[in-house]
């Protein structure tokens, strides 16, 4: 999870991106919230420009650009503090960011194994016999 110093968005143990290369903006909220919704700029949008950085390097950088591409948004109005949005959206800007950057595993194609292939079978058959019972009898019979 990302965290936040006086200098930095630290996002994983190897990048910390300086908050001077991160642009926040300040409007007002949508919603409810009557008088002090209305006159307050409490939401935040915290903007990155990932290919104007310095702190990412150039895979990082790559990988960022391909997951989000060249600019990373995040935002928050969620309370009514500017302070309290702004950590908000600096913490979102960061999990973005640091979720880019996870090395995801591709999935390995297995084939079903031959005990699995012989259960299906039997619970078909068992099936199949459970509604052939239902079944009226013959008019031969």
Same mark, same amino acid.
């Given at each position: 999870?990302?965290?936040?110093?006086?200098?930095?968005?630290?996002?994983?143990?190897?990048?910390?991106?300086?908050?001077?290369?991160?642009?926040?903006?300040?409007?007002?909220?949508?919603?409810?919230?009557?008088?002090?919704?209305?006159?307050?700029?409490?939401?935040?949008?915290?903007?990155?420009?990932?290919?104007?950085?310095?702190?990412?390097?150039? $895979?990082?950088? *790559?990988?960022?650009?391909? +997951?989000?591409?060249?600019?990373? /948004?995040?935002?928050?109005?969620?309370? #009514? !503090? @500017?302070?309290?949005?702004?950590?908000?959206?600096?913490?979102?800007?960061?999990?973005?960011?640091?979720?880019?950057?996870?090395?995801?595993? $591709?999935?390995? *194609?297995?084939?079903?194994? +031959?005990?699995?292939?012989?259960? /299906?079978?039997?619970?078909?058959?068992? #099936? !199949? @016999?459970?509604?052939?019972?239902?079944?009226?009898?013959?008019?031969?019979?």
């Amino acid at each position: 999870m990302a965290s936040i110093t006086e200098t930095h968005l630290i996002v994983n143990r190897g990048l910390s991106i300086p908050l001077n290369e991160i642009e926040l903006r300040a409007s007002r909220s949508s919603g409810p919230g009557g008088q002090h919704a209305n006159k307050t700029e409490s939401r935040i949008e915290a903007v990155y420009d990932v290919t104007k950085s310095s702190a990412p390097t150039d $895979s990082q950088r *790559a990988k960022i650009v391909k +997951r989000h591409g060249a600019v990373v /948004r995040a935002t928050a109005q969620d309370e #009514r !503090s @500017q302070l309290r949005n702004r950590e908000l959206a600096l913490t979102r800007l960061g999990m973005r960011i640091a979720d880019a950057l996870v090395i995801r595993r $591709s999935r390995v *194609a297995t084939k079903p194994s +031959r005990a699995s292939k012989q259960r /299906r079978v039997a619970e078909k058959k068992a #099936r !199949s @016999q459970t509604k052939a019972a239902r079944r009226r009898p013959a008019a031969d019979d």
